[in-house]
């Protein structure tokens, strides 16, 4: 029994936890690829995100801010589809940055869990709707540039592909993975407490 006891214990502080959220890095970007029909493949984590432009005119597309970051000028309105492999089980991170006086508007749209926001964007935006649901669409604050790391930012879980379509002016996105606990794990941190009460009481 108490061998099985100490056993149990030692598989709970064993239990992985969740990796740092990661970007993707787009200094290897080529216009000429993500308006492809193929589009162009970047890594993120333990897989990857094809990012090409589906639908709309062709804008100028920039890799700026210590090069996770990738920017569109000009061309809207237009669509961008992700599409994730090997990132089950990963909350997916889309993050827009408010940086020309545009009033820029966007919508983010997901095939997997409905959007979550993560960051509020430091007052930089208004209009924003569809939190909680699988399309979120925002507009920039006209005479209010924010600087790149000052953005609205939503996740969503177990997506494997997202759209990304501007609307009106100029945007920054960045694009972000991070790893969930899997439920087995949070469930095997409460058998482990459980059971050495348990044995401290026997």
């Given at each position: 029994?108490?061998?099985?006891?100490?056993?149990?214990?030692?598989?709970?502080?064993?239990?992985?936890?969740?990796?740092?959220?990661?970007?993707?890095?787009?200094?290897?970007?080529?216009?000429?690829?993500?308006e492809s029909a193929?589009?162009?493949?970047?890594?993120?984590?333990?897989?990857?995100?094809?990012?090409?432009?589906?639908?709309?005119?062709?804008?100028?597309?920039?890799?700026?801010?210590?090069?996770?970051?990738?920017?569109?000028?000009?061309?809207?309105?237009?669509?961008?589809?992700?599409?994730?492999?090997?990132?089950?089980?990963?909350?997916?991170?889309?993050?827009?940055?408010?940086?020309?006086?545009?009033?820029?508007?966007?919508?983010?749209?997901?095939?997997?869990?409905?959007?979550?926001?993560?960051?509020?964007?430091?007052?930089l935006y208004q209009?924003?709707?569809?939190?909680?649901?699988?399309?979120?669409?925002?507009?920039?604050?006209?005479?209010?540039?924010?600087?790149?790391g000052q953005g609205?930012?939503?996740?969503?879980?177990?997506?494997?592909?997202?759209?990304?379509?501007?609307?009106?002016?100029?945007?920054?996105?960045?694009?972000?993975?991070?790893?969930?606990?899997?439920?087995?794990?949070?469930?095997?941190?409460?058998?482990?407490?459980?059971?050495?009460?348990?044995?401290?009481?026997?």
């Open positions: 029994m108490r061998n099985t006891i100490l056993l149990l214990f030692s598989v709970v502080t064993l239990a992985p936890a969740a990796n740092a959220q990661t970007y993707v890095n787009f200094s290897s970007f080529d216009q000429t690829a993500i193929a589009g162009q493949n970047f890594s993120l984590l333990t897989g990857s995100v094809n990012f090409k432009r589906t639908s709309g005119t062709s804008g100028t597309i920039q890799s700026v801010s210590g090069v996770n970051t990738i920017r569109l000028v000009g061309g809207a309105p237009t669509t961008y589809t992700m599409t994730f492999s090997g990132l089950a089980g990963h909350n997916i991170f889309l993050t827009d940055f408010e940086t020309m006086s545009n009033l820029e508007q966007s919508t983010f749209t997901t095939n997997g869990g409905n959007w979550v926001a993560a960051d509020a964007g430091n007052g209009n924003i709707t569809g939190v909680g649901s699988s399309s979120v669409s925002f507009q920039g604050l006209n005479g209010v540039p924010g600087p790149y609205l930012e939503f996740s969503s879980l177990n997506a494997t592909s997202m759209n990304w379509t501007l609307d009106k002016g100029n945007n920054g996105l960045k694009i972000g993975a991070e790893a969930v606990p899997e439920p087995s794990s949070t469930a095997l941190l409460g058998l482990g407490a459980l059971v050495l009460l348990v044995r401290r009481r026997i």
